[in-house]
């Protein structure tokens, strides 16, 4: 696979081709991924839940995503790496700056921040000194404490317009990638339809420009038991997770996943 770059997924976009993300934290699933066809790997703080075994993403360290970060490089062969700053991380623009610095020496090619459009200077600063940025929204993981649960959002008219609205400004922030986590399937086509950036969901529906699982809820392991109505189990079906990775990859591309039981409604 030659290697994926921000003008891939601008590509990929502008022919309707969906783009294939999965959460990768090592370098063994990094070469698995890479082989079964998946554009982006992104080191997620979900590792904070699936590996280190925390109830939230709050406990990760930049020190825990740098680690990581650096294993998923040594297997990646050709997608592009993406890593979380994860929670405080960026509270502050020297923080924000530093921080990105550790991520892309460890071996990223861009990094994600959660938030709406108060991220916009952040994101005008890392992009002007060479940091690509994917701007995360909707439901954002790191504030749970804020919205009192893993919920929906932008059900409400009012907070959907905003939506709208803060994506677009950090699109002309500079941001190069949105990433859009249970928000009505609606809202998303719409989000995905207003800025040129490629947009990728997970909860989001159909019609974003790709999509994301994080690995482990996709090969049907749970710690808690307790999956979100958003993940598919694609182990189901299939003998080795060399094949559920490669069947994850084709039901994104053929867009047959997410169906429409994955989505939410407004
Ligand atoms: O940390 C993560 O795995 C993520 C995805 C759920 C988008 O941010
Ligand atoms: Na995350």
Known sequence: MPDVTLTTLQALKQKGEKI???TCYDATFARA???AGVDVLLIGDSLGMVLQGHDSTLPVSVADMAYHTASVKRGNQGA???ADLPFMAYATLEQTLHNAGLLMQAGA???????AAWLAESIARLAERGV???AHMGLTPQAVNILGG???QG???AQARQMVADAIALEQAGAALLLLECVPSELAGEISRAVKVPVIGIGAGPQTDGQVLVLHDMLGLSLSGRVPKFVKNFMQGQSSIQ???AAYVKAVKDVSFPAAEHGFSA
């Open 20 to 22: 294939a993300m999965l």
């Open 33 to 35: 991924s890479c082989q």
């Open 80 to 82: 592009m790496i993406v």
């Open 109 to 115: 090619h861009m990094v994600k921040v959660e938030g």
């Open 132 to 134: 690509p940025v994917c």
């Open 150 to 152: 893993y919920k929906v």
């Open 155 to 157: 059900r409400q008219q």
């Open 243 to 245: 094949d559920a990775l």
